[in-house]
């Protein structure tokens, strides 16, 4: 089992940058498939990015894509996600996940392991 604990998130104005960091602690970091996924108030927690095992293979929401970038460093057992252009519609807690899965899973079911979420809000 992997332990997840996010950071990073906070009060921004619209199109300004934060960068969400998921540090894992327990099981192998590198064995893992993980991803970002984000909840707004009301709504359905929604996929928002995942990344390989290896990092060489990354998958985004179309909402997101070119604006977001997930990356993660196995040496420290960090994964990150860059967010540019940040919209109010961003505004969500943002939750990393982990997936014992190979390749890029995108679906919530598929990651067994779950951070506790850092809040993301987006003035405009």
């Known amino acids: 089992q992997v332990q997840l604990v996010e950071s990073g998130g906070g009060l921004v104005q619209a199109g300004d940058s934060l960068r969400l960091s998921c540090a894992a602690s327990?099981?192998?970091?590198?064995?893992?498939?993980m991803g970002w996924f984000r909840q707004a108030p009301g709504k359905e927690r929604e996929f928002v990015a995942v990344i390989s095992r290896s990092g060489m293979s990354t998958d985004y929401a179309v909402s997101v894509k070119g604006r977001f970038t997930i990356s993660r460093d196995n040496a420290k057992n960090t994964l990150y996600l860059q967010m540019n252009s940040l919209k109010p519609e961003d505004t969500a807690v943002y939750y990393c996940a982990a997936s014992d899965l190979g390749g890029i899973p995108a679906r919530i079911a598929l990651f067994g392991s779950w951070g506790q979420g850092t809040q993301v809000t987006v003035s405009s």
């Open positions: 327990g099981r192998t970091f590198s064995t893992y498939a």
